[in-house]
């Protein structure tokens, strides 16, 4: 268990996070038993195969033909609470209207990715259902040696 003079040294570290930029190596949490650490970009694999499997993951998991849960490694609990809220409203949208669940038919057209900050890469895919273009807006972060998504935004 950590000392009480630890516990407040690492919510005063959280306090400064929100304002300052992070830097890889630095350790983040409010829950003093769990610390994550923020790892570099250049110490990760290549983000774009994560954020095309992502963008089309989560156009699935709002058409309610992929499970939520597959998500959850990949995904900060802020966004995985996002998308369990999204999805329910277009369940009970789809119940409403009496429409069955299909698989969305889609082409990714483009994928853009830009280097924020040190251990921040922030993306769009577009992507094409025929009638319709959409775009998913992903920011992928560097935590504990892997990238999780923070912020997930279908437009």
Known sequence: MLPARSIGALRAVDATQSSAPS?????????????????????LP???PLISNLARS???????????????????????RHLLIRT???????????????????V?????VQDTSENIVDAVVVLDFGARVRAVTVRLEGLDRRWRASAIHVL
Do not use: C, M, Y
Not at 60 to 69: H, K, M, S
Not at 108 to 112: P, Y
């Open 46 to 48: 290549d983000p774009k």
């Open 108 to 112: 990714e057209l483009t994928l853009r």
């Open 23 to 43: 830097r890889a190596g630095e350790l983040i949490d409010a829950d003093p038993l769990f610390v994550r650490e923020r790892t570099a970009a250049r110490d």
């Open 58 to 80: 989560v156009v699935e998991v709002i058409a309610g033909v992929r499970d939520i849960e597959q998500l959850s490694r990949w995904v900060t609990d802020d966004v995985f």
């Open 88 to 106: 329910q409203h277009a369940a009970r949208a789809r119940q409403a209207r009496r429409r069955p669940t299909r698989r969305p038919n889609f």
